[in-house]
């Protein structure tokens, strides 16, 4: 370890803040905690270190070793090679904010191509670069409502289909602001269409938010709910999985303000705590309201294309008092990896990602119901994702499924009460048919007994 | 510079017009000036409420600068420019006339008494530069 200072230095600096020894800096520490006796093994070579580390590792058990019916939000998609090789040139392996566009014309570029294929994604005409996972960012659309309307509106409105870690999320985000948030009481009915929360909508409305596909995989049309928000002022904001928005209709066509999303799916691979990529697009009349930077194409002194971050209206390094969000530097690596995975599978690329994700979820879907004791849980469209009440509670099928190297779906009890015995499962282009089928005659076993 | 007689000004840089109970606030051409060429601009108060002296009513942003703008007396907003939004460059252009931000109808009329006038301002102005 390199220590600048020499113990003259150190001798100097407690003279002048009248100390006579190190240890008098810490008398503030109950005598008990201040130099505590660590129970550590000897210190190993790095070698030694490698080799244990690598053994614990052995004890993991990834989508690489296990079938994968997990979703719930993040999504074990296919990441073609060539993502993972162009993000680690060592040019993009930073996500620091290119203030100096004569030094980051490529990463500009990306950003540039990031926003390009995130606004047509979501039918959106502005979006930033980015926020850090889909849970921040939609707590960063709460953000952006209340600042629109200056805190003359408290009132925000969360679909109780909307992922429960995003709405905990946006009681972390809110806590200790004047914000009210409604319409996901713990017994909210969950079968009902997002049209129930039009009731609930009113004069101190800020925003409304909806999920699409919602957290069950449901597919709802929030046209309704866009009109009811916009005839008393108030905004609607719709959390997206972006692979469904290659096979249905935008959110930006149903009306929808503000557009946020988990970008995981678009080529970033499933990892514990990330990191992920919160997508977020709005529409232009809000951009000076949106958090982030945006990237804008122009032209040089030499009249080449070039690209420069052309508004940072909201960024805290522009005015901190009126930012309303503290997002600055970010998932830039991540914004690229989506950008490369956008651009290798371009529009009908996409499609033909959701299509099959489509086929296969309901393929399995139709499968398990006409298992003995399953059924599915809700008769609406669904994308790729779908809840099953089970014969027995979805901890002791997981459980089950486990034993077979099936990870299982999500066991919604967790969060929402009255599904005892409910699991979601998702289905993508990763779940070969004889892996579907596998998992239907596991589950079959458990109704024998 | 422009500085018109019949206006009273602050050291923040709005200007104020009153008639009666009514005054009519802007930013000075000195303002405009020292912002450059103005890209936005956001009235932030809304025609019934209650504004006190030093509260922020505006928000105006040019390519060089971000500023706020602030009411240099107290009351109650009667009228919004609502043309501003649409057409911040009318700040640059005509600083006294189409770009006044907001009307208030005044609370406590001495405080205009506090206020500088055209000359006062000037040598304000004068001492900046």
């Known amino acids: 370890m390199f220590i600048p200072h020499t113990d003259a230095d150190r001798a100097a600096m407690l003279r002048s803040i009248g100390k006579s020894k190190l240890e008098d800096l810490f008398g503030d520490v109950p005598k008990k905690y201040r130099f505590p006796v660590l129970d550590l093994p000897p210190a190993q070579t790095e070698m030694e270190i490698s080799a244990e580390l690598q053994e614990m590792s052995l004890a993991n058990e990834s989508v690489r070793d296990l079938v994968c019916f997990l979703g719930a939000g993040a999504y074990n998609h296919y990441v073609p090679a060539a993502v993972d090789a162009i993000i680690r040139r060592g040019e993009f392996l930073t996500a620091y904010t290119p203030y100096q566009p004569e030094l980051s014309q490529g990463t500009l570029q990306a950003i540039f191509e990031y926003q390009s294929n995130v606004a047509a994604l979501t039918g959106m005409e502005v979006c930033n670069a980015s926020h850090y996972d889909g849970a921040t960012a939609v707590a960063e659309a709460v953000n952006m409502a209340y600042a629109n309307f200056r805190g003359k509106r408290d009132k925000v409105i969360l679909s109780p289909a909307l992922h429960p870690q995003y709405r905990q999320t946006i009681r972390t985000y809110t806590e200790g602001s004047p914000i009210i948030l409604i319409g996901d009481d713990e017994h909210a009915d969950l079968k009902t269409s997002p049209d129930s929360l039009i009731q609930l909508i009113d004069s101190d409305t800020a925003v409304v938010i909806v999920q699409y596909p919602d957290f069950f995989g449901r597919i709802y049309d929030y046209t309704k709910l866009a009109d009811a928000a916009h005839a008393v002022g108030a905004l609607l904001a719709v959390s997206v999985n972006p692979i469904a928005l290659g096979l249905f209709k935008t959110p930006g066509s149903m009306n929808a303000d503000i557009v946020t999303g988990e970008g995981q799916p678009l080529g970033i691979p499933l990892s514990f705590g990330g990191p992920y990529l919160g997508l977020f697009a709005t529409r232009k009349e809000f951009v000076r309201k949106m958090a982030g930077r945006l990237t804008g194409e122009t032209i040089d002194n030499r009249g080449q294309k070039a690209y420069v971050l052309t508004l940072t209206a909201r960024e805290q390094h522009i005015r901190r008092e009126k930012a309303t969000s503290n997002i600055c530097t970010n998932q830039g690596l991540m914004a690229l990896a989506s950008t490369v995975y956008m651009s290798l599978l371009g529009k009908n690329g996409l499609r033909q990602v959701a299509e099959l994700c489509f086929h296969k979820a309901h393929y399995a879907a139709e499968r398990i119901a006409n298992l003995p004791g399953y059924s599915l849980w809700s008769p609406t469209t669904f994308f790729n994702e779908f809840v099953i009440h089970c014969p027995a509670p979805a901890s002791e099928i997981n459980d089950l499924l486990l034993d077979h190297d099936i990870l299982g779906g999500y066991d919604l009890s967790q969060d929402y009460p009255d599904l005892v015995n409910h699991i979601l499962i998702a289905v993508t282009e990763m779940n070969a048919c004889e892996q579907i089928d596998r998992l239907v005659e596991v589950l079959a076993e458990v109704n024998h007994g | ?129």
């Open chain 2, 1 to 129: 510079m422009n500085f018109p007689e019949n206006l009273k000004y602050t050291e923040s840089n709005e200007w104020i017009n009153v008639e009666g109970k009514v005054a009519t606030i802007g930013i000075s051409d000195f303002a405009q000036d020292q912002l450059s060429d103005i890209v936005f601009a956001e009235v932030i108060v809304s025609v019934g409420d209650i504004v006190k002296k030093g509260d922020t009513i505006a928000t105006i942003e040019s390519v060089k600068a971000a500023a706020d703008v602030y009411s240099p007396v107290s009351g109650k907003v009667l009228s919004v420019n609502e043309q501003l939004a649409g057409a911040p460059e009318v700040i640059n252009t005509d600083p006294y006339g189409a770009a006044w931000i907001i009307t208030i109808d005044l609370s406590n009329p001495a405080e205009e008494n506090a206020l500088l006038n055209a000359a006062a301002y000037d040598k304000l102005v004068q001492a900046h530069e």
